[in-house]
């Protein structure tokens, strides 16, 4: 069977009367759980009824749609499905699919952004360094209560009790010095 791609890349998948979808680019049947995962993917498709050729992507879309929204995942509430079918003969109707797109569009900038400033709020701030040191701090302070495994076996102390306490001495001035920068964040 020849492969049916359109020059813009986009994958074309046709609908056959027994409700089958078939994918021309990987030469397979798929369903409407892989056209979500496409969807989801960022990968363009159109469907196309195999009989007719007639483009069928919005109701497959729709479909789709209905599918996740009977999963009990429910994204869209009632109230907008309420709105939106008010819409239908509305003088406006001709303005809200462009609107619904613009918004949509928006809203995944927003999402994005939203995403990469929660993930870089504390990337190279005095925060992040902060708690840095304090893990550094911690697995240091660790460390010196841990008996030697040598020195256990042995009964011998390996380290004298002089530099324990200096290495105690030092991580509590480490401590000081971490909170008085605490205490000038805050303030």
């Known amino acids: 069977m020849k492969k049916q791609q359109p020059a813009d890349g986009v994958v074309v ?17 798929i369903t409407l759980e892989h ?19 007639e483009d069928i992507t919005h109701n497959v879309l729709t479909q789709i749609i209905m599918d996740e929204e009977s999963r009990g ?18 003088s406006m109707q001709a303005v809200v699919p462009g609107y619904l797109e613009a918004s949509m569009d928006s809203f995944r900038r927003n999402q994005e ?4 400033a929660v993930e870089g709020a504390f990337a190279h701030t005095p925060f992040a360094e902060i708690a840095k040191r304090n893990l550094q701090m911690f697995e240091t302070a660790a460390q010196a209560f841990k008996p030697p495994v040598a ?37």
Do not use: H
């Open 73 to 90: 995942q429910t994204m869209l509430p009632v109230n907008f499905l309420r709105q939106l079918i008010a819409m239908y003969g509305d």
């Open 35 to 53: 056209l979500a995962a496409m969807t989801r993917d960022g990968r363009e498709f159109r469907v196309v009824d195999a009989k007719s050729d």
């Open 113 to 116: 952004q939203f995403k990469s």
């Open 151 to 187: 020195a256990a076996a042995n009964g011998a102390v390996s380290k004298d009790a002089g530099s324990k306490d200096e290495e105690i001495a030092t991580l509590k001035a480490e401590l000081a010095r971490l909170q008085d920068k605490v205490e000038k964040l805050v303030r």
């Open 13 to 29: 998948i046709k609908k056959y009367a027994n409700r089958r979808l078939y994918n021309t680019e990987t030469s397979s049947y």
